[in-house]
């Protein structure tokens, strides 16, 4: 039930038609700006995300090197103008703590040994906010990672699964996000499953717990799909 | 126009079987996967990807274009294009002796002033050392550089340099493609040979692009 | 320091001769700073969190027009290691502050109906701020007990008309719930709880789980650089379920 007691599941049906465990319409695009190492754009939805790359790169100043390591660095953003009530430019709490669990998302996918003393900067940039923004976020970094030619063990695939009105769904878009019993957002390593992000709030038991996990593995396997057909179909036509 | 499949990183590629598993990849056990976006390359000695863009990684023997960055007393910072730095050091650039005590040694290399060298040590911290007493190794006067994607350079250069020499020799240019990805080049048609390399660049992974290349040059005045 | 311990570990055992599953001892005071609501200190092993409550009369959100408010906030201050360093709070703090708000607000831990005074327009805003005085690991833990110790502690200061009689009391904070923050940590397949500062360096990844009283699950949140499978996050949260149960218990 939404804050203002609007239902949001009506005969099965979520309010954007939508089944339960169905995604939203997803958009991705790679190599969309050309300054950049590597880029990537991804839509979930009315959640529209870019995500650029720059790097490896010499990393300054010198004290923040790791003699036998790379660093990886992520900003996440979102614009003023991506939600309704504009946002004030600049970091806030909630960015830069997603700043930091979208970093620690993406980096054991990737090769730092390889590069020590220089550094990996990512950039997520949310151009229009309609729930999940973290996960496309994610996605979108993984994708241009992956077009900047950064050695990886793997693509990272993330997405959001909750409970409204007591139903268990997949890709929460805002409203349902902000109504919500329970909402988590996950990522992982796309091949070996193995989960790098992990966020839930809400309030639920252990056996419902396990299966929102295994609802959000499920669907990360369907975006991944996407994720591998827009690397593979890039460089396929000229 | 055909392409050679392409593999994600984290893509299973083949299984070991006594071979080597080369730059791109990575292996568990018998398993040998994907470790960049890229061409894969499996013959019986070798697995390996080729990755379809990425920044310059040195590698000893490499053979590169460097611009001169910094004079030290003993030798040259030399930028590589990489995020690197590499380092000249005086008895490496210069055959004759010199008094250091006495000489200003911007009067061989100063800051600005492209060379040809070769990577001659990388340690396991990722400091490079150039060397330019290897047969090829000089100052490049005037002309121009550009930079492309060093994964590209290989087909830029073409099998036993047949790319290369044919731009050199339908454009009338000099031109030399260093590995780490930046070529120089001096002479009266430089665009045509920039847009035969650019052209290279863009569709470096599509078979048929020797035709096109000649086609593209067949008509330099 | 780190491999020694990583080598113990693997034999079930730890630097202080702990058991994996086993917590330092705890020692909670309750209002130790006076002009506060509400305040606890709160010491596991050597680390040590001082949280404190204030209230202020605010004005509600648009759209919880007849509810309190909760805000937490925490200072990593200088004082509590070599690794902390003055200014605003670096992402550390953020998200330790962030994830002790979500184990509050999710829980429904502060029944925030109680807390309304003029609909729409006057509200009390609980203000929780966490100090770490000092850092010897597991902050998140020490720092939401505190929190929960602090506002088990608060009182609602009386209202003359507009004015806030400070120092003279009305009723407890509505407090309904107690929610309790465990961390546990994945070192090779060991699970291990309470990591002191020397043991933080190896654990790649840990999960921060906070339980309700009737076991509820309220917040997640996976930190480090590590991997989990589905599986161990599911052996994690039985860990922190039991484990809550006796935490609880410190704070009855």
Excluded at chain 2, 126 to 137: A, H, L, N
Excluded at chain 3, 31 to 58: F, M, Y
Excluded at chain 3, 188 to 197: M, N
Aim: proline share 4%.
């Amino acid at each position: 039930m939404s804050e203002t007691g609007e239902k949001l599941i009506i005969d099965g049906k979520r309010l954007d038609g939508r089944e339960p465990e169905q995604l939203r319409p997803i958009q991705m695009e790679v190599k969309i700006i050309n300054r950049a190492n590597g880029s990537s754009l991804v839509n979930f939805g009315g959640t529209h995300a870019i995500a650029s790359v720059h790097g490896p790169r010499a990393l300054f100043p010198r004290w923040m090197q790791e003699s036998d390591t790379g660093i990886l660095r992520c900003r996440y953003n979102m614009a003023p103008f991506s939600v309704e009530d504009r946002k004030s430019p600049g970091p806030d709490r909630r960015s830069v703590e997603i700043s930091k669990v979208a970093r620690l998302a993406i980096e054991p996918a990737i090769f730092l040994e390889d590069f020590p003393k220089a550094t990996i900067d990512v950039f997520i940039e949310v151009l229009q906010a309609d729930g999940s923004t973290r996960v496309t976020g994610i996605n979108a970094a993984s994708l241009a990672l992956a077009d900047a030619g950064v050695p990886m063990r793997d693509l990272v695939t993330a997405c959001s699964v909750g409970k409204i009105d007591g139903v268990l769904v997949a890709d929460l878009n805002g409203k349902e996000d902000n109504n919500s019993e329970v909402d988590m957002a996950l990522a992982m390593l796309s091949t070996k499953k193995k989960i790098t992000l992990l966020q839930m709030d809400g309030s639920v038991n252990k056996e419902e717990l396990m299966i929102l996990l295994n609802l959000a593995e499920k669907s990360c396997e369907k975006i991944y799909e996407i994720q591998k057909k827009v690397l593979k179909e890039k460089y396929k036509r000229i | 126009m055909e392409i050679k499949e392409i593999v994600l990183p984290g893509e299973l590629i083949a299984e070991k079987k006594g071979r080597k598993a080369g730059r791109g990849t990575y292996f568990e056990g018998e398993k040998v996967f994907a470790g960049v976006l890229g061409i894969p390359r499996v013959d019986e000695n070798e697995i390996s990807v080729m990755p379809l863009s990425g920044v310059y990684t040195p590698s000893i023997e490499d053979k590169v274009v460097g611009i001169i960055q910094g004079v030290e007393i003993s030798g040259w910072t030399v930028g590589i294009n990489s995020p690197y730095l590499a380092f000249l050091p005086l008895s490496e650039g210069v055959s004759e002796f010199v008094d250091t005590q006495r000489t200003d040694i911007s009067r061989f290399f100063d800051i600005n002033d492209i060379i040809s060298c070769k990577i001659s040590k990388v340690t396991k911290n990722k400091t490079i050392q150039v060397s330019m007493r290897s047969i090829g190794s000089r100052k490049l006067y005037g002309g121009i550089t550009i930079k492309v994607t060093p994964t590209k350079i290989p087909r830029i250069i073409g099998k036993g340099g047949s790319m290369i020499s044919l731009i050199k020799e339908k454009t009338g240019c000099e031109i030399i493609a260093g590995q780490n990805g930046i070529v120089w080049m001096r002479g009266e048609r430089k665009d045509k040979a920039i847009e035969a390399i650019m052209t290279i660049e863009r569709e470096s992974h599509t078979i048929g692009l020797t035709e096109k290349i000649e086609k593209l040059l067949g008509e330099v005045v | 320091m780190e491999r020694y311990a990583l080598e113990l570990i693997e034999k079930g055992k730890r630097i202080d001769g702990r058991k994996l599953e086993e917590f330092r001892p705890i020692r909670i005071k309750r209002d130790i700073s006076q002009k506060a609501e509400g305040s606890a200190s709160v010491k596991i092993g050597e680390t040590e969190v001082i949280a404190g409550v204030k209230l202020k009369i605010g004005e509600p959100y648009s759209d919880a027009k007849d509810q309190g408010i909760l805000i937490v906030n925490a200072e990593f201050t200088p004082l509590a290691s070599p690794d902390f360093e003055s200014g605003p709070p670096g992402e550390d703090a953020v998200e330790l502050a962030r994830v002790v708000d979500r184990g509050l607000r999710e829980s429904k831990c502060i029944d925030l109906e109680k807390l309304c005074i003029v609909p729409g327009e006057k509200v009390w805003t609980t203000f929780v701020d966490i100090h770490i005085i000092n850092h010897q690991g597991n902050l998140i833990d020490a720092a939401a007990l505190a929190s929960l110790a602090a506002l088990l502690s608060a009182k609602v200061p009386k209202l003359d008309g507009e004015d806030i009689l400070r120092g003279d009391y009305d009723r407890p904070l509505p407090v309904v719930f107690k929610p309790i923050n465990i961390t546990v940590g994945k070192v090779g397949e060991k699970f291990l709880v309470d990591p002191i500062f020397e043991e933080e360096g190896i654990l790649n990844s840990k999960l921060s789980v906070s339980v309700r009283d009737d076991d509820n699950i309220c917040a997640l949140q996976k930190q480090g650089n590590g991997e989990l499978t589905i599986e161990d996050i599911g052996k994690m949260v039985d860990i922190a379920i039991e484990k809550s149960k006796e935490i609880r218990k410190l704070v009855e």
